[in-house]
């Protein structure tokens, strides 16, 4: 019933700035904290921040703190995510996901998005 599409994904340099965007199909996702994982090739998939229902608390993972920024507008059923001074290890798949309990960890993410790639050139 709930379908997430990403998308803002593509080719950058370093330094540079995306903006990606999760809409959300089905029911309304308020009352959900909506994620934001990624995967580069070879490597597990890892957290990279959320943000909660009405977006009062948020959480980053270390790697992107002071350059990404997880966002939602509830009204538009959206989650959003700033990444600025974009680096080449942030290459990768980059996935929306949906939770009805606030976590880190994949497994216990219920919604997922297809995945937009983010490819970031030297």
């Known amino acids: 019933q709930v379908q997430l599409v990403e998308t803002g994904g593509g080719l950058v340099q370093a330094g540079d700035s995306l903006k990606l965007s999760c809409a959300a199909t089905g029911r309304a996702l308020s009352t959900y904290i909506m994620a934001w994982f990624r995967q580069a090739p070879g490597k597990e998939r890892e957290f990279v921040g959320f943000v909660t229902w009405t977006g009062e608390y948020t959480l980053h993972a270390d790697f992107v703190k002071g350059r990404f920024t997880v966002s939602r507008d509830s009204a538009k059923n959206t989650a959003y995510l700033q990444m600025n001074s974009l680096k080449p290890e942030d290459t990768a798949v980059y996935y929306c996901?949906?939770?009805?309990?606030?976590?880190?960890?994949?497994?216990?993410?219920?919604?997922w998005g297809q995945g937009t790639q983010v490819t970031v050139s030297s």
């Open positions: 996901a949906a939770s009805t309990q606030v976590s880190k960890i994949d497994w216990q993410y219920e919604y």
